[in-house]
């Protein structure tokens, strides 16, 4: 029995969640998934309930379930409320306090999508990138930071770009047990003709491949990767990275699809556990009003069953179904097109039939 714990959230994270707690329902009563679900507040919601975007009731949950499946957090409602108490504060917090270090983003693009990318077609038809990024080091965690005034009286802003091996070493194995579950290569990116911070990467990368000889390694400098990206995408399988090189090409990789919509993380931590959400914000502009596209939240629950529930085949299925209504030329509005939209429950529904068939 594994315990999921759902955190809606704020916006169109209730809606989104709702539609992926009618899929794991079915799982459970069709394919036998064995799991407890749990709900609790985070976000804007949370701080409206009880002035705080991570109530402890919610952390405690967290930490007692094998996986999170959380929406979205935010909306302009709380623009005016203190930086510390955001609905983004929240979210920063749960995966500082469960220490999700591995932040996995794939870049999927179904053929009959493939005229949404700000690619040529056939350059992007058929992508299946997954980026592995580190998340909690790196120049955005790196001490000493600040902003200080020189003896000149010159003001200099400056951070600290720092990875010791074990932070390198754990990052690589999550992506070398990634690529085995995938194509087997694997993508070092790192900068290692000018950063002594990369050339430790380069080597510690190295000597965690020897333990996954049935993995092809290879490295490229950042500046030729973002060229690649865009160049010929289709080259990579699972790309690894530091966190700020990570956090630039993983956005870029998502937009090469066209479809945010349509697009699920995973953020794990060293035992597998994880959190999973759509990489799309709460959408304001559309909560409430049964558009919002359901399908990164559908597509985070197979995600969570390869990773942390280690169900394969339930994970193949349920990407199966989610291709087999794209296949039928089901769309919600932010993917229709010239088709006719559907809503965010009616879409649900969809992926349900299909994977009943
Ligand atoms: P957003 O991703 O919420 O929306 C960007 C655009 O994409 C909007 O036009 C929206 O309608 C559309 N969109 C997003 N998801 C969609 C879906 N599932 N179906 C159809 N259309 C969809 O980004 P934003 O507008 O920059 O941010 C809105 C709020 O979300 C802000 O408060 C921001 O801080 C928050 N946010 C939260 C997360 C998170 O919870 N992980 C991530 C990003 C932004």
């Known amino acids: 029995m594994n315990n999921v714990l759902l955190l809606p959230g704020d916006g169109i994270g209730p809606e989104v969640i709702a539609e992926a707690k009618k899929v794991l329902l079915h799982l459970q009563s ?51 409320v203190e930086r510390e108490l955001r609905p983004e504060k929240g979210l920063l917090r749960i995966r500082a306090e469960l220490d999700l270090f591995a932040n996995l983003r794939p870049a999927i693009l179904y053929k009959s999508l493939a005229g949404a990318s700000s690619l040529k077609p056939e350059l992007v038809a058929d992508l299946d990138i997954m980026i592995v990024r580190e998340l909690t080091g790196g120049i955005y965690f790196g001490q000493p930071r600040g902003i200080r005034t020189l003896d000149n009286g010159v003001r200099q802003g400056f951070n600290t770009l720092v990875y010791d091996e074990n932070e390198v070493s754990r990052i690589a194995h999550v992506a070398f047990r990634i690529a085995q579950k995938r194509n087997a290569k694997l993508c070092s990116v790192d900068k290692a003709n000018v950063l002594e911070v990369s050339e430790l990467w380069r080597e510690v990368v190295e000597s965690v491949h020897s ?7 290879s490295h490229m400098y950042v500046d030729n990767a973002a060229m690649q990206l865009v160049r010929e995408p289709n080259q990579f399988d699972v790309v690894l990275t530091g966190n700020m090189f990570g956090d630039i090409l993983s956005d870029a990789a998502a937009m090469l699809t066209g479809s945010i919509g ?96």
């Open 211 to 217: 333990g996954y000889s049935d993995v092809a390694l």
């Open 30 to 80: 069709e394919y036998g998934l064995n799991i407890e679900l749990e709900e609790a507040l985070i976000g804007g919601s949370a701080y409206d309930d009880a002035k705080d975007p991570l109530p402890d009731a919610t952390l405690e949950l967290a930490k007692q379930s094998d996986a999170i499946l959380l929406g979205a957090v935010g909306g302009p409602k709380y623009d005016a």
């Open 262 to 357: 349509m697009l699920p993380s995973a953020s794990l931590d060293k035992n597998d556990k994880g959190m999973y959400e759509p990489i799309h914000g709460s959408a304001p502009d559309i909560a409430g009003k049964n558009i919002a596209n359901p399908l990164a939240t559908i597509l985070s629950i197979a995600m969570m069953l390869r990773y942390s529930l280690d169900k394969k085949d339930l994970a193949d299925r349920v990407e199966v179904a989610v291709q087999q209504v794209i296949a039928n030329g089901l769309r919600t509005a932010d993917i229709a097109d010239n088709h006719s939209a559907i809503g965010t429950s009616q879409m649900g529904d969809a992926v349900i039939e299909a994977l009943s068939q």
